[in-house]
DNA sequence: TCGCACCGTTCGGGTTCCGTGAGGACGGGC
DNA sequence: GCCCGTCCTCACGGAACCCGAACGGTGCGA
């Protein structure tokens, strides 16, 4: 996959210049000159990576940095004549990822939007609704329902039973520890009162395992505590 | 939640400037003046953000970075000394986010380090992922899965095999001594028990290795210890 | 060639840990 | 007062795990 870059400067050299050293690194690349033009540049193109000098025209730098942070988290380099270092901090918390100060070299640059680009969050949302089998888990509505032979039926849980049921499907794939759940659910000066867990785990297994005694959702690591499979197994 | 800083740097004076001023940020401190204390310390501690200094007795910052790299995503910000741009090229490329060339604002610093923060927040647990072969480890799920024909597989590891494993991951391609597991592990009354580490591994590389008796990954060195390789050899 | 040190591997007992069922305590609704 | 759902205690059988012991293989020096 390509990356993108927008590269915003109100100086024509500069753009032109950096336009050949990236372009030629295998970066896309779109220009803007200012920064009225950079936010009009990056609500259609939706670049990657952002390369903002500041002092620009029509709009400054800080004022582009804070329009693009409505609605993008793509990193933002800001590139810049001043090295006050005033300047810097109001830069990088309106919320630049970093700060060069010209004249740079360009191998840092080029190394400095590598080691942002590397970043490049896939953060999936918090999802709602799972799937298991026959059974399917509504964390927003709070309610389970079961596929059955010619419908559905809602399955009945007890406000304990959903408490162990929901952290161990919020954090599905991941190991939750004994510790974790007794904490969590009846406070910390039941740190070993195990026998809880399995109580609840039995009764969460019969309602929603389609064969309890072989669970395939809801495992137990022992010794260490439970884990919750959207696969199956 | 309290983010938590390791600052390594082998300035003794240096360090303590930075512990107060961070900690009186709302800041967690943790210290080390060498590069073996900042691997360690960061495996006992999981910062949130890194603080190094190049140029550390012990181990390298530049070797620092790479061990660390193995196993976390968390946020490094290099402190050094020198201005060269190759080796600031050197050290965003090893894995570092940042750099900054002493002397430094200390708001400057602050700011950059509330830039890095502000991108991984730490409730979303850090990934750290490894893949050897066609086995991945999942160190903050505390998964193993085996691809195979068609699917891939959980793998499923006793307690005491998972720590003997996470300590050798996270010092991966360092070699870690038998004492270190076995003090780590089962306590310093049993420095001298190398019999358990002999079980374990075998177990580990049975479950991990493609080939158990010829180990890609899990590699002794006689009369030292043990060392995970990444690349698999 | 022998002996030794070191490492890997296997086996089995002892212990801890886990699932299950039965049943009591508590409290709210009627 | 009675019913009923929920939460918890307890005891038992079975599984998983840890660890001690012994055996085998390999490399090295005497």
């Known amino acids: 996959m390509v990356v993108k870059i927008l590269i915003a400067d109100d100086d024509p050299q500069m753009v032109r210049a950096l336009r050949v050293t990236l372009s030629a690194r295998g970066y896309d690349i779109v220009t803007a000159t200012n920064g009225r033009q950079a936010v009009d540049a990056a609500i259609a193109q939706h670049p990657d990576v952002y390369l903002l000098d500041l002092g620009m025209p029509e709009l400054d730098g800080l004022e582009v940095i804070h329009a693009l ?46 080691a942002l680009t590397r970043r490049s969050p896939h953060h999936e949302p918090q999802q709602a609704v799972v799937t298991i089998g026959d059974v399917t888990i509504d964390l927003a509505n709070r309610s389970v329902t079961r596929r059955t032979e010619g419908g559905s039926a809602a399955v009945r849980l007890t406000p304990t039973e959903w408490q162990v ?32 867990l399995r109580l609840y785990l039995a009764q969460l297994r019969k309602k929603l395992e389609p064969n309890p005694s072989e669970p395939r959702f809801l495992l137990t690591e022992s010794g260490m505590g439970y884990r919750f499979v959207p696969e199956g197994r």
Chains 1, 2 share one sequence.
């Open 69 to 114: 942070r409505g609605w993008t988290t793509a990193p933002i380099l800001v590139v810049s004549g001043r090295t006050d270092a005033f300047e810097k901090v109001e830069v990088l918390d309106a919320g630049a990822d970093d700060y060069v100060t010209k004249p740079f070299s360009m191998d840092e640059l080029l190394a400095r939007i590598r």
């Open 165 to 196: 049921l929901e952290i161990l499907v919020r954090n599905a794939g991941r190991l939750v520890t004994r510790q974790n759940l007794l904490v969590e659910i009846w406070g910390s000066e039941h740190v070993t009162d195990t026998g809880y």
